[in-house]
């Protein structure tokens, strides 16, 4: 039986991995993105000699290991490159993510996958249900500041690459108002993870174990693109973010789409 899962997302500062350690401390089992993009680029990985072989050897130590302050630097503001490192390292962590969750036992009654962009790369479609820690803007600047000591110019470019709250907040099953102390946090994380236990249990007398007959192709209700259906994720229908948000009646203009995602070319928008 597939493990029921949360995917717990939010902007940079917001204070993903605080909601993180939290579900951990009540007994959640917890699959990181970044931790396993960390691990992806150790030395001897062929993440790392992928990004090497196309960044350059300038981007890594004397040891030969990832100086990731130098690859930051390097992306920073060129979306071609940041969208080619994402193109190397974000199949990776999706399959080792999934791939650990499949090992979870049924000792565990749901996860928590930590994704950051889990909307802006339409990774939506692989959890059960969308957790949102949202965050003041200003709150989350002072975090960024502290916390990386990056200037307001390289904080403006980094959340410009990130989905606006509202969006987030919007395409979001639940969300935490993260403004606050850690007890606040707390208390919200505990009344979720009651209602994930019970939603969990729901899921596990509803869904059948998965096999090849669960599964079927159907139809992105936006752009008719070609998908997989399954009793594990039945109501996620949509390709990716994009199509999710035009469903929603937010369309992907210029100032709204999801950076790195192409444009859908819609029978509304040709010429007659």
Request: aromatic residues 6%; glycine residues 4%.
């Amino acid at each position: 039986m597939p493990v029921y899962k949360i995917g717990l997302t939010g902007g940079m500062g917001s204070g993903k991995s605080t909601a993180a350690k939290v579900f951990s401390e009540l007994g959640i089992s917890v699959i990181d993105a970044d931790i396993i993009a960390r691990e992806l680029v150790k030395l001897g990985q062929p993440a790392l000699a992928e990004i090497a072989a196309f960044f350059g050897k300038e981007i890594l130590t004397s040891k030969g290991e990832l100086n990731r302050t130098r690859l930051r630097n390097l992306i920073f503001e060129n979306e071609k490159l940041r969208s080619k490192l994402e193109s190397i390292l974000h199949p990776r962590i999706l399959q080792e993510m999934h791939s650990q969750a499949g090992k979870l036992t049924a000792s565990n009654p749901y996860c928590i996958l930590v994704i950051p962009l889990l909307l802006e790369t339409a990774q939506e479609c692989y959890v059960n249900r969308i957790l949102v820690i949202d965050t003041l803007n200003d709150t989350q600047r002072h975090r960024i500041k502290i916390r990386d000591g990056l200037s307001d110019k390289k904080i403006n470019a980094i959340l410009r690459t990130q989905c606006p709250p509202a969006l987030r907040l919007a395409a979001a099953d639940d969300s935490i108002s993260n403004n606050t102390d850690l007890a606040a946090l707390y208390h919200q994380i505990k009344c979720y993870h009651q209602q994930y236990l019970i939603l969990a249990q729901q899921h596990a007398i509803a869904c059948p174990i998965m096999n090849e007959h669960t599964k079927r192709p159907i139809y992105c209700p936006t752009c008719k693109a070609e998908i997989t259906w399954s009793e594990e994720n039945p109501w996620r229908p949509f390709c990716s973010q994009r199509c999710r948000l035009i469903d929603l009646g937010a369309w992907a203009t210029e100032s709204h789409r999801i950076p790195g995602e192409d444009t859908v070319k819609l029978d509304s928008d040709t010429e007659e």
